[in-house]
């Protein structure tokens, strides 16, 4: 089977190579595969937070052969696009709206797999975490370094940024499958966590 970054590398997402509106790669996929592939054949409800053009959305389709894909994006940029084709399905939706959010969730939740790629306001990041994280096996935080950053902090928890929470969870619950990935100089950082135990598939 194809590696979660040639997958994404086809389809030319960010979360593995450079992109033509983003900007250079996150890379985040070989932490991806490594977390996720013990549960990649399993039939899954997939949800992710900010689309954009849609590569994120076939690659994820691509990497899980049985499961289903449902994404959402409130299709500011020119460039974004709703996918619906295949096992696809996405929505015009405000997931910085609680209201707009919860409704969504009500009629097509709950998801096994959360990924939180949205506008990175941290307000928005704490919002999908308090209204998602607890029911699905796995959510990931997307792009945390933007909590170090001005114009995406618009709110904390307990005098946290998301960013602060996801290292603190890390670290003083790693049997709990906390799980924080980042380059040397917090450029790209990514946080997942997760329910199921954690095993490789080759």
């Known amino acids: 089977m194809k590696s ?23 890379e985040y996929c070989d932490f ?20 954009f053009d849609g590569a994120s959305l076939k690659t994820w389709e691509e990497y899980f052969p049985n499961s289903t894909i449902c994404g959402v994006d409130i299709l500011i940029e020119p460039q974004s696009v709703l996918i619906n084709q295949g096992r696809i399905n996405s929505y015009k939706l405000d997931a910085g709206d609680r209201s707009q959010l919860e409704q969504f969730i009500s009629r097509y939740g709950p998801f096994d797999i959360v ?8 307000n928005h990041q704490w919002l999908s975490w308090e209204l998602l994280s607890e029911k699905c096996k ?24 998301p960013l602060d929470y996801a ?36």
């Open 32 to 51: 991806y595969d490594y977390h996720l592939s013990s549960i990649r054949l399993e039939k899954l409800k997939i949800f992710e937070i900010g689309i």
């Open 115 to 122: 990924i939180d790629d949205g506008s990175h306001f941290t």
């Open 167 to 202: 290292i603190e969870l890390s670290k003083k619950y790693p049997e709990n499958n906390f799980l924080f990935d980042k380059d040397s100089d917090e450029k790209h950082v990514t946080f997942l966590k997760t329910k199921h135990q954690v095993t490789t598939v080759h």
């Open 138 to 161: 796995v959510f990931i935080w997307e792009d945390l370094h933007t909590s170090r950053m001005q114009h995406y902090m618009r709110g904390k928890v307990n005098n946290k940024y």
């Open 4 to 26: 979660l970054k040639e997958i994404a590398t086809f389809f030319g997402t960010d979360k593995a190579v450079n992109h033509k509106n983003h900007g250079e790669a996150h």
